[in-house]
């Protein structure tokens, strides 16, 4: 299986940032601040994410809460191996399961196709086990 090609500054792929471009929307600041929300995401780790507004930060959330999921089991490889060398790692982090909770609210009151462009993206890519719908 061939390694997609990440971006070394934030750890995105070329195709994701391709498939989220049109959510970009000049101005509204999420252009500036999704990349940093990435990177604090896979920093911090949170087990609950509250975001009001769906759109562009959105998928950058959820890559990286997808990204988490997919090193634990290197990181936890790691530890195994390496037990001596990681004694400022709080390694209590790992004990418990990640099971990241993503909430979105937005009514979707603006006049546009954002809103079914946005679910039928999330339903129809591989972030559709990190989205519920109600």
Do not use: C
Request: proline share 4%; hydrophobic share 35%; glycine share 4%.
């Amino acid at each position: 299986m061939e390694k997609k090609k990440r971006n070394t500054i934030f750890g995105t792929d070329i195709t994701f940032q391709n498939n989220v471009k049109k959510y970009y929307n000049p101005g509204m600041g999420t252009e500036n601040m999704s990349n940093i929300l990435f990177s604090l995401i896979k920093f911090l780790r949170p087990r609950v994410i509250l975001e009001f507004g769906a759109g562009l930060s959105s998928f950058f959330i959820v890559e990286a809460l997808k990204q988490i999921q997919s090193e634990i089991p290197t990181e936890l490889n790691y530890i195994n191996e390496n037990k001596h060398s990681l004694i400022n790692l709080n390694q209590t982090w790992f004990k418990n399961k990640y099971n990241p909770v993503f909430h979105i609210v937005d009514n979707f009151s603006k006049e546009s196709p954002n809103y079914q462009n946005f679910v039928n993206d999330i339903e129809n890519s591989n972030y559709k086990k990190y989205v519920e719908r109600k």
